[in-house]
């Protein structure tokens, strides 16, 4: 059974940080390993895709938050981590944390949208900045 579980979301002000956990259970990480991201969705807006880390480690990054999030991941304790620092009033959504099998002929990254498509989600974590 495969589960996610978001943490760490919040209010906070304009300029402020924070740092978002997700709990991965289930997944198995045989073949060719998996394709996890972090994705958001603001009110009336479509989801859309903050960073995606490929099995090997690489990591791509949205535009938008470029030089501001950092993702990073505890492999033993099956956590991935994103710390968001330089908060705007934009980033305010909801955050998602997401992970599909890794396949070599489907791109794991941010500029790929069938990529972004993702197996199994968490349940979402709310980031407020005003």
């Known amino acids: 059974h495969v589960q996610l579980v978001e943490s760490g979301g919040g209010s906070v002000q304009v300029g402020g940080s924070l740092t978002l956990s997700c709990s991965i259970s289930?997944?198995?990480?045989?073949?060719?390993?998996?394709?996890m991201g972090w994705f958001r969705q603001a009110p009336g807006k479509s989801r859309e895709a903050v960073v995606i880390?490929?099995?090997?480690?690489?990591?791509s990054y949205a535009d938008s938050v470029v030089g501001r999030f950092t993702s990073s991941q505890d492999n033993d304790k099956n956590v991935l981590y994103l710390q968001m620092n330089s908060l705007n009033s934009e980033d305010t959504a909801t955050y998602y944390c997401g992970a599909r099998p890794a396949m070599s002929w489907v791109p794991c990254s941010v500029s790929s949208p069938v990529g972004q498509n993702m197996y199994y989600w968490g349940q979402g974590t709310q980031v407020t900045v005003s």
């Open positions: 289930g997944v198995h990480y045989g073949g060719e390993g998996n394709c």
């Open positions: 880390i490929d099995n090997d480690g690489s990591t």
